[in-house]
């Protein structure tokens, strides 16, 4: 059979470890950047072993909140929610990892931080459903919807950190 060089194998898994992973859409909001919580809550994700591949810091239009919130328009909270989406500067993220949809809504903790468990991001820093502080994308199709609305593709970084093999194993 034919024999491949030690560093085609390592490259091949590094590749295939790569296809597994997903990414989500993590966004601070208004009343989390202006509490000075940024570091304290990009560290939770960053200690849990995701890997950040955007970020920037931006101010959205009141249009834009509606965008990004669109499936609850129904909702009676919808315009005051786009109002203080709005209001000022919103740190936006996307984390990448295995698992990070759904285990980034753990970290985040339930929507009433009343409800949140003491340790998860809303349990520990917040009070109340309107300040709740963080969004995360609730599923892969809005984990892709929200990336694609907040990001060009070219805003996404594509690298592997040495801390992957420790990570993963
Ligand atoms: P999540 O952010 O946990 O995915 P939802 O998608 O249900 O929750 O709601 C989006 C955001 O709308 C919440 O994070 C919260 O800021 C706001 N919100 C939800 N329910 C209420 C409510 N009853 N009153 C005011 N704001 C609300």
Redesign the pocket.
Known sequence: ALTLPAAVYMLQEKEAHAAEFERTFIAI?PDGVQRGLIAEIISRFERKGYKLVAIKLVIPTNDFAQKH?H??KE???FS??CD?LSSGPVLAMVWEGEGVIKYG?KL?G???PQKSEPGTIRGDLAVV????I???S?GPETAEEEISLWFSPNELISYSSNAEKWIYG
Not at 129 to 132: L, Q
């Open positions: 909001k919130y499936d609850l909702r009676p909270f005051g929610l203080f809504r985040i339930a929507t009433d459903v309107g300040r709740n963080i969004h995360g609730d």
